[in-house]
């Protein structure tokens, strides 16, 4: 039987993090910035795409385009889960 998950531990480790609020922030302010442009509409289904991920260095301000959340959300990931 798989163990039940710690959501609040999970929650303090990771997302609670300055780092990740501030790449949160700035996911979200793109998202809306296509929205305003007229790119994208609230649940559409799509996603805003950035060249460089916010993971590996990246920038709200970089080149962006509008892609499906499943296309931009499916990376290659490498053994441990991770990025390639």
Do not use: C, I, W
């Amino acid at each position: 039987m798989p163990r039940k998950r710690n959501y609040k531990k999970e929650y303090a480790n990771y997302h609670a993090k300055p780092k990740q609020k501030k790449r949160r922030a700035a996911r979200n302010k793109a998202n809306r910035e296509a929205r305003k442009m007229g790119l994208m509409t609230q649940g559409d289904g799509n996603d805003v795409h950035h060249v460089k991920p916010f993971a590996k260095g990246g920038s709200a301000k970089g080149a962006t385009r509008v892609v499906p959340k499943s296309k931009n959300r499916s990376f290659a990931r490498t053994k441990r889960a991770r990025m390639k």
